[in-house]
Structure formats: structure tokens, C-alpha cells
């Protein structure tokens, strides 16, 4: 990520959601009428063309194409934590705090969020573009500008409300792949902090695919792009590691699944013929009772 500029990829992100909103209601995985608001003039104008249906075809095709599964998987590991999260907050839970939050716009679009308060937390940069973009937000979402690898969250957090015995909602989506492991050690270990019976739902990156990504399919044009934006992979996990490295750091597994089965559950028998971001997975986790 450049200084002074907003993530890219949180851009790309917000395209391919603004891609699945331009499909028809009744076909479409997401609904998220507020990310076209987040594209640059560029990529906006590739949301709006998806809006015929011709067109949109070959848009879908071209960048599945070029970044094989990044697209399909975007938009299903984004399914698959609105469901986690709208889970979490019809069992009770009205506290949500949204780790590198980018242009996430769940609490705009999701039902019963109405009645949570959330916490965007994102680095300054980016969160300054979105507050622009999103123009006057709810008492309910507070923003909170953190650079992961330099701030402490829990220092900030106490600043603007946070409460720590309400049990909390926690979602770090597409981040911890551009962190430092100490920075990801630091932030998983104030989560499990949080009131018992809290929840963090996160994404990681196979350790292997910083090891040798020509072992993964789709990855040589992926790396090219995120050598352009500046915006380098630093950290991933070992799945068959990833239940003891949560424990020592006071959290439980619940569920960790790769693209593959997260496309299945979002795109039933179509996913079987997706292919790439095998390497991009999802974690569900809890904090235990004390």
C-alpha cells in the first residue's frame, strides 16, 4: 500500500462485489448496493457496463481469466461471513469490531445491524477515502485509524467505546496476509481478551504460497498485481498448524475451510468448475469460558 493512498486491493475487492450486485436479484450471491461508491472513475465504469447483461459475461470471464478464483472467491468467502455474522448477532451479540475494515459495507447493507455498534478499525489512509465516500455514518459505527503494524488496537479502542466485557463480533477480513506475524500475534491475542463466548471470524493465506507459488495454480499475475500496488503478502499459516497457534494464543477453533469449499457452499454445483485462490482460506474461532 502506497502512502497516503487507499488499498488498492480493498478496491478490487469492492469491484468484485459491485460485479455481483450488478447480476439479477434472484441469481446473485451478495447484495451490496454501496460498493460502486468505493471504485475510482476506471473501475466504475467496468460496474457499470456489468449492468448489460452481454457485457457482463465477458467482464466476469476477463478477470477470471487473468486472476483465476480471485474473483469467485472474493464474493464467497464475503457470503460466507455475512452468514457467520448475521449468526453471531441473532445470537446476541451487539458489539462488532471490523479489523481492517477497508470498504466493507456490512453495516449498511446487512439486516440487524441496525442494532449492533461497530467499530471500523483501518489504516488511516483508506479510512479517510471510505469516511469521504460513505459521507455522514450513523452514531452506531465509530471509525478508528490504526496502522496494525505500528498501533495497538486495544490503546485505541479504549478511546471510542469499546467495551470489553460484551461479548464481541470479530471480523479481519483479506488483512492479516499483508501483516507482520508479530503484528498478527499481538491482535489475536487482545481478541481473545474479549468476553467469553466472543467470536472472530478471520482470513489467512497458506503458508505455502509465500514459500513457492508456482505450487498454487493462478498465482504468477496475482503477485505481479500485488508487486504494483505495493502491497506484498508477508504472512500465512500452516492449516494443520492453525487450531495449536490459536490456543497459545487463548482462542478456540471452530472451522477452517479454503476457497474450495467456501465457492461450494456459496455456488453449489458451479463451483466445480472454479479453479485458483485454493491457497486463500477462512477461520472461525472463540474464545473460550474462563
Known amino acids: ?13 469492492a469491484l468484485f462485489r459491485a460485479l455481483e450486485d450488478a447480476r439479477p436479484a434472484a441469481t ?20 457499470s457496463l456489468a449492468a448489460l447483461p452481454g ?18 472467491s472474493a464474493v464467497a468467502r464475503t457470503r460466507f461471513i455475512d452468514e457467520r455474522a448475521e449468526a453471531a448477532i441473532g445470537a446476541g451479540i451487539d458489539q462488532v469490531v ?48 490504526v496502522d496494525f503494524d505500528r498501533d495497538r488496537v486495544d490503546a485505541v479502542l479504549d478511546t471510542v467505546g469499546y467495551e470489553h466485557d460484551r461479548p464481541t463480533l470479530f471480523i479481519w477480513e483479506g488483512v492479516t496476509n499483508y501483516l507482520t506475524e508479530s503484528a498478527v500475534d499481538g491482535t489475536l491475542r487482545w481478541c481473545a481478551r474479549a468476553a467469553p463466548s466472543s467470536r472472530i471470524v478471520f482470513t489467512y493465506v497458506h503458508r505455502g504460497v509465500l514459500d513457492d507459488p508456482a505450487s498454487f495454480f493462478g498465482t504468477a499475475r496475482l503477485f505481479d498485481t500485488l508487486d504494483a500496488s505495493s502491497e506484498r503478502w ?57
Not at 467482464?59 to 474473483?71: E, K, L, S, V
Open 234 to 290: 508477508t504472512f500465512g499459516l500452516d492449516p494443520a498448524a492453525l487450531a495449536p497457534f490459536l490456543a497459545a494464543r487463548g482462542l478456540r477453533l471452530d472451522e477452517d475451510l479454503g476457497a474450495e469449499e467456501y465457492r461450494r457452499r456459496c455456488y453449489g454445483s458451479a463451483a466445480a468448475t472454479m479453479r485458483g485462490y485454493e491457497f486463500y482460506r477462512i477461520a472461525c474461532a472463540h474464545v473460550p469460558g474462563r
Open 28 to 47: 446473485r450471491c451478495i447484495s451490496d448496493p454501496f460498493a460502486h461508491r468505493f471504485l475510482d472513475a476506471r473501475l466504475g465504469a467496468v460496474a
Open 98 to 145: 471490523l479489523l481492517g475494515a477497508g470498504f466493507d459495507s456490512r453495516p449498511y447493507r446487512l439486516q440487524g445491524w441496525d442494532r449492533v455498534t461497530v467499530f471500523e478499525v483501518d489504516h488511516p489512509d483508506t479510512q479517510a477515502r471510505k469516511r469521504r465516500l460513505v459521507g455522514a455514518a450513523p452514531s452506531r459505527v465509530r471509525y478508528v485509524p
Open 1 to 13: 500500500m502506497r502512502q497516503g493512498e487507499a488499498s488498492r486491493t480493498a478496491e478490487y475487492m
Open 55 to 72: 457485457v457482463r459475461d465477458l467482464i466476469r470471464g476477463y478477470i477470471d481469466r487473468r486472476w483465476p478464483g480471485a474473483r469467485t
